[in-house]
Structure formats: structure tokens, C-alpha cells
């Protein structure tokens, strides 16, 4: 069955790096489209950077520049390098994957069927 581990979270300073990491099994990860989600407490889940299977990636604005989201599709590992992060990126991470190769929302929650448990990311 498909599940996603995420790792990588923690507390950093503003203006810090953290690479988290998502290990996927039950699919191979360049077959569905995959991104990264967050949330912080009182809001709404927020989609953060995506992949489609044909490795074309999108960002919601308020990341660009800063953070990467890469794939290697032979460990079935997901990452998001987040560089230069700020306190508004403290939330709960997560991975997710759409049961499709790519979708037309990739940035809409909805849109995905499987979803990790989450890794916490600080900022302060």
C-alpha cells in the first residue's frame, strides 16, 4: 500500500536552510504528480511546491527563489530544500501524492489522495 514519511523538520533562525524529506512506498514516485503542503495552526492547508511525473515543478509565489523541490525516483524520495527561511514558514510539512501523473491544481490540496504524517518546521 502507498505510504509517505516525512523527516527533516526542526527549529531554525530566520534566514537558516532545512532540506526536508519524504519517503515514498507502494509506487514509484515518477508516475504521480507530488508536492509539499503546510499548515499552521487557524489556517488553511497551503500548497507549497509540486512535481509532476514529467518533472515539471511550480511554486506558490511567496517561496520562489527560496525553496526547491527535487525527486529521486530511485530511492522514492521527495525533498523540498528550503533556503533563507522566515518565521511566516513556520507550519506543519507535508508530503502528498496525487493517484495521477499530473493535475491542473497542483497547488489545490484537494487534488491529492495520499498524504504522510507531517514533520513540524520552526522558525524564529
Known amino acids: 500500500h502507498v505510504q509517505l514519511v516525512e523527516s527533516g523538520g526542526g527549529s531554525v533562525r530566520t534566514g537558516g536552510s532545512l532540506r526536508l524529506s519524504c519517503a515514498a512506498s507502494g509506487f514509484r514516485t515518477d508516475t504521480y504528480c507530488m508536492g509539499w503542503f503546510r499548515q499552521s495552526p487557524g489556517k488553511s492547508r497551503e500548497g507549497v511546491a509540486a512535481?509532476?511525473?514529467?518533472?515539471?515543478?511550480q511554486y506558490v509565489d511567496s517561496v520562489k527563489d527560496r525553496f526547491t523541490i527535487s525527486r529521486d525516483n530511485a530511492k522514492k524520495t521527495l525533498y523540498l530544500k528550503m533556503n533563507d527561511l522566515k518565521p511566516e514558514g513556520t507550519a506543519m510539512y507535508y508530503c502528498?501524492?496525487?493517484?495521477?501523473?499530473?493535475?491542473?491544481?497542483?497547488?489545490?490540496?484537494?487534488?491529492?489522495?495520499?498524504w504522510g504524517q507531517g514533520t513540524q518546521v520552526t522558525v524564529s
Open positions: 512535481v509532476d511525473s514529467t518533472g515539471y515543478t
Open positions: 502528498a501524492a496525487a493517484n495521477h501523473p499530473y493535475i491542473l491544481t497542483p497547488m489545490d490540496p484537494t487534488a491529492y489522495y495520499y
